[in-house]
Antibody, heavy 120, light 108 residues
Framework: EVQLLESGGGLVQPGGSLRLSCAAS????????MSWVRQAPGKGLEWVSTLSPSGSTTYSTDSAKGRFTISRDNSKSTLFLQMNSLIAEDTAIYYC?????????????WGQGALVTVSS | EIVLTQSPGTLSLSPGERATLSCRAS???????LGWYQQKPGQAPRLLIYGASSRATGIPDRFSGSGSGTDFTLTISRLEPEDFAVYYCQQYGSPPYAFGQGTKLEIK
């Protein structure tokens, strides 16, 4: 059974940093692209960033470029999102999602999400 | 950058009725890399349809997808009580892998 478990969310002050983790199990992690998708309170889904299976290629939305870094540790089946210079508009539930064997940005399986609140 | 526009914003129907949801792209979606997701309150999204018309694992056959190029449709043939939720389309052919703004399917 595919499982994705996010952790690392919480309350952070504006300008602060936070690192999210997504522990994967039930599949060969190193074979799949992985993504982060966020959802602000009461709003729709917003794709944030995608990382190739090897970790060599990343795609990110403009709002994430320069502030957020996606990475992975295939030996530990874990995906990360390092978030710096956080602003109030980054407040959201952050989901990690697994792609397919063929396409990177599709969300075949999703974790339950980690809540990030940016507030003073 | 491809922008997806979903319509209607809200759809009010009764169980047993047919639902038709639309997703229009600002430019052609490559290789029909268009997906549909269902999200219920307090839950993560769930993939329903990929490749515009293929059902994901375990998805009932009352859900179907169609379309190509810039116009895509999700059809639910006979609504069940558990189908009332928010539905999103997403293009994953070329980054940024944008989502539509969602259609809320509510009980009439």
């Amino acid at each position: 059974e595919v499982q994705l478990l996010e952790s690392g969310g919480g309350l952070v002050q504006p300008g602060g940093s936070l690192r999210l983790s997504c522990a994967a199990s039930g599949f060969t992690f190193s074979n799949y692209a992985m993504s982060w998708v966020r959802q602000a309170p009461g709003k729709g889904l917003e794709w944030v960033s995608t990382l190739s299976p090897s970790g060599s290629t990343t795609y990110s939305t403009d709002s994430a470029k320069g502030r957020f870094t996606i990475s992975r540790d295939n030996s530990k089946s874990t995906l990360f999102l390092q978030m710096n210079s956080l602003i109030a508009e980054d407040t959201a539930i952050y989901y990690c999602a697994r792609g397919s064997l063929v396409t990177a940005g599709r969300g075949d399986y999703w974790g339950q999400g980690a809540l990030v609140t940016v507030s003073s | 950058e491809i922008v997806l526009t979903q319509s209607p914003g809200t759809l009010s129907l009764s169980p047993g009725e047919r639902a038709t949801l639309s997703c229009r792209a600002s430019q052609s979606v490559s290789s029909s890399y268009l997906g549909w997701y269902q999200q219920k309150p307090g839950q993560a999204p769930r993939l329903l349809i990929y490749g515009a018309s293929s059902r994901a694992t375990g998805i009932p056959d009352r859900f179907s997808g169609s379309g190509s190029g810039t116009d895509f449709t999700l059809t639910i043939s006979r609504l069940e009580p558990e189908d009332f939720a928010v539905y999103y389309c997403q293009q994953y052919g070329s980054p940024p892998y944008a989502f539509g703004q969602g259609t809320k399917l509510e009980i009439k």
